[in-house]
Each structure stands twice: as structure tokens, then as C-alpha cells.
């Protein structure tokens, strides 16, 4: 009796246990079947694999190009002082790095030498002119004799070789008297020369500007080929920039069909420099003129623009960028440049269609714009260029798509705005 009672509660026992193995395996494959049901249905699958993805709307816009180039800032005119006579320099009468102006007496070289030179030269045309004096005499009395002597002659009243000396003594009086006026002439152009030399002894400078470092000093030796310093012209300046020879076509191109004057023969577009600390300066600036040919080594041509520049504030040997605006596109197509993907070399963009797929678009780019490009071919305004994700994507992929902006979109692609 007793094994048979227990016999009894095992049997209850493996029964209760059996029945929560059904329970569990009837669960089991009800939620099997619930799957199955759900991958029966399309939509829900697809709504399961939508890449989520952010776009932007492409736009349509007004826009200015601007070129861009790197300045070297030198002075307007840069004047070389050299003295014209040679001498000791005996004293320097400016302030290096100093305003000079024009005839402004910059160095001063001995003049003893020169002022005697001058007085010599005074004292022979004094001497020159006294032997003019002398042969203007001669040439009176000669002139005289002859008048008296001629009626004389004609009467027979004296011998006809009378006659012949007084004119023979007339005529030489007279080139006497010529003589004597060219030594005067030739005395008085020395003494204009020793004049002029004694006033190069004053070494001036020719046009107004910073004077530079003296290159020689007081004491020194100087003749003509020294250079004693520099005097540069910086109001205006120029800034000389070089564009390629295609940049330079394609400026003027669009010069003769009137869509720039950058290049024109009188360019009136207002030239920005922009300074090495990043400051624009205040000036505008126009070109002054472009070089006669291209440099055969680095394929570009050279341009000299002119700035003002009150205050002298920019020096010669300065960097800066010059920035202008070289051409205006009506209607451009915008995208921005995160969404440009490369493939072997070709330019391709993700658009999210109205079925919320992807599709692959190849476009022809033209130049940048601040952080777009301008799409010349490929896109029409208005369509949703997809900037995340891309790398998941595939042509005709299933897309969720969160529409933003496109500053938002240049903030999430920045490594501190990644998300």
C-alpha cells in the first residue's frame, strides 16, 4: 500500500511537469507563427530595413564667384639713391625709416673739391669774357680803318693793298670777336657743370617715401655705383597676385562678352585684400596693370594691383590675399559639398526620391562656393540630396529620410558636430 502511494505522486509530478513543457512549446510556436505572419507582409519588412538618412533640398540661387589669390605687396615706386659724383660722404641728414619728401637732401658728400672747381670755372669765363672785350676792340678799329680807307682807295688817293690789309684786318676781327664768344659760351657751360656737380655733393631723393636702412656710412668712399639707400613710394601700394594661364583665358573671355571687366582695359571691379591676420583691409583696390607675358616656368601671368594706404600702416614684403568678384551665375544649382561622392573620378550624389529610395545621380561640378558646389549638370532645384549614411546606401535602397537644413548638415559633418 505504501509503494503504491508513492508510486501515485510520481505519476502527479511528471504530469504537472509535462503539461508547462506544452505550455511553453504551444507559446513557442505561436510567436514563430506571428513572425512568420509579419515577414509575410511587405510593407512592414520594408519599413524594418529604411536606411534612416538626412537630405537636403537643392537649392536655386544668385551667385557671385570670387577669385582668390595670393598677394606680395611691394612699393609703388621703389627709388634706388645713388650719388652722381664721387666724394667722401661727410654727413646723413634723414632718419632711417623716416617720411622723406621729394628733394629732400638725404646725404651730404664733401664739397671742398667741388667749390674750388667752381670758382676755377668762374674765374675763365671771367678771363673769357675779358678776351671778348679785346677782340670786340680790334674788330672796332678794324671796321673803322676799312670805312675811313675806302673812299680813299676809290679816289686813288692811297694804293689799293691798303684797302685789301683793312678788309684782310676787318674779317680777322671779326672771327676774333667769334672765337672769343664761343670761349666765353664753353667757359660758362663749365662753370654750370662745376655748379651743377657741387649741387650732387646734396644727395637728394626723387620721390616721396619711406627711406630705408643707409647701406653705407659717414666716412665712406662713394662714386656713382653706390647705393647709399632706398626710398619707397607706399601710398598707394601695389600687391602683385599671378593667375593661371586658364584663369586668365577664361577672365578674358568673359571680359569681351561683358560678364567681367577684370581684365579690361579699364578695370573699374573693385579689388579686397585680405591681410595675413585675417582682416580685410578697408581699401578697395583696382588692378594697374597685367604683365606683357606669361612665365614659362610656372605657367601663370603676373598682375600688379594699387591700393591706398594712408598712415603707410602696409610695408613692401607684406602677404595678403586679393579677393574679387569675377563673375555672376544667374540660376546656379547648390549642393553642398558633403554630399559629393567620387567614383573613379566620376562625381556622383544620392538623391531620396519620392518613393523614399535612393538613386544614384552622376553630376558635372563647377566651381566651389563657400561650402557648395555648383552643379552645372545632373541636378534641377528642388531635389532632396541625401548627406548621411551614404556609405550604407545602394542604388533603389529603402530610404527613412529627415529632412534639414544645410547649415545642419555642414554642423553634423563637422567632427564637432558629428553625430
Not at 33 to 43: I, Q, Y
Not at 235 to 253: G, H, Q
Not at 350 to 366: M, R, S
Request: proline residues 4%.
Amino acid at each position: 500500500m505504501q509503494l503504491l502511494k508513492l508510486n501515485m505522486v510520481e505519476y502527479q509530478n511528471t504530469r504537472a511537469i509535462l503539461l508547462s513543457v506544452a505550455g511553453v512549446s504551444m507559446l513557442a510556436a505561436s510567436a514563430l507563427l506571428m513572425t512568420a505572419c509579419n515577414s509575410r507582409d511587405p510593407k512592414a519588412a520594408a519599413t524594418s530595413a529604411a536606411v534612416p538618412v538626412d537630405a537636403v533640398r537643392v537649392r536655386q540661387d544668385y551667385v557671385p564667384l570670387i577669385g582668390d589669390w595670393v598677394g606680395t605687396l611691394d612699393g609703388f615706386v621703389n627709388a634706388q639713391i645713388q650719388p652722381q659724383v664721387s666724394g667722401y660722404l661727410v654727413q646723413q641728414k634723414y632718419r632711417e625709416g623716416s617720411l622723406v619728401v621729394k628733394d629732400q637732401i638725404l646725404f651730404q658728400i664733401d664739397s671742398r673739391q667741388f667749390q674750388a672747381t667752381v670758382d676755377q670755372a668762374a674765374a675763365q669765363v671771367e678771363q673769357a669774357r675779358g678776351q671778348l672785350a679785346q677782340a670786340k676792340a680790334q674788330q672796332s678799329l678794324a671796321q673803322i680803318n676799312l670805312k675811313r680807307d675806302t673812299p680813299l682807295a676809290q679816289a686813288r688817293a692811297i694804293a689799293q693793298s691798303q684797302l685789301d690789309n683793312d678788309t684782310q684786318q676787318a674779317e680777322q676781327a671779326d672771327a676774333a670777336v667769334a672765337a672769343a664768344k664761343a670761349a666765353v659760351s664753353a667757359a660758362e657751360a663749365a662753370l654750370a657743370t662745376a655748379n651743377l656737380n657741387l649741387g650732387f655733393t646734396e644727395v637728394r631723393s626723387l620721390v616721396s617715401g619711406i627711406a630705408g636702412q643707409a647701406a653705407t656710412q659717414v666716412g665712406n668712399l662713394v662714386n656713382p655705383q653706390s647705393v647709399l639707400t632706398s626710398v619707397s613710394q607706399l601710398d598707394p601700394i601695389k600687391v602683385y597676385f599671378s593667375i593661371s594661364d586658364a584663369e586668365y583665358l577664361a577672365l578674358t573671355d568673359r571680359a569681351n562678352s561683358a560678364g567681367s571687366y577684370l581684365l579690361g582695359k579699364q578695370s573699374a571691379l573693385p579689388l579686397t585684400l585680405i591681410l595675413t591676420d585675417g582682416r580685410v583691409w578697408p581699401h578697395k583696390g583696382h588692378i594697374v596693370f597685367v604683365d606683357r607675358q606669361m612665365n614659362q616656368q610656372t605657367g601663370a601671368i603676373r598682375i600688379a594691383a594699387s591700393f591706398p594706404n594712408p598712415g603707410t600702416v602696409l610695408r613692401p614684403g607684406q602677404f595678403g590675399r586679393v579677393t574679387a568678384e569675377t563673375e555672376i551665375r544667374q540660376n546656379a544649382i547648390l549642393v553642398p559639398q558633403i554630399a559629393v561622392q567620387e567614383l573613379q573620378g566620376t562625381k556622383q550624389v544620392y538623391i531620396a526620391g519620392p518613393d523614399n529610395k535612393a538613386h544614384i545621380v552622376n553630376v558635372t561640378l563647377g566651381p566651389q562656393v563657400g561650402n557648395d558646389w555648383i552643379v552645372t549638370s545632373g541636378l534641377r532645384a528642388d531635389q532632396r540630396v541625401i548627406t548621411s549614411n551614404v556609405q550604407k546606401l545602394r542604388d533603389g535602397a529603402q530610404v527613412s529620410v529627415h529632412e534639414i537644413s544645410e547649415q545642419a548638415a555642414i554642423e553634423t559633418s563637422s567632427p564637432t558636430g558629428a553625430r
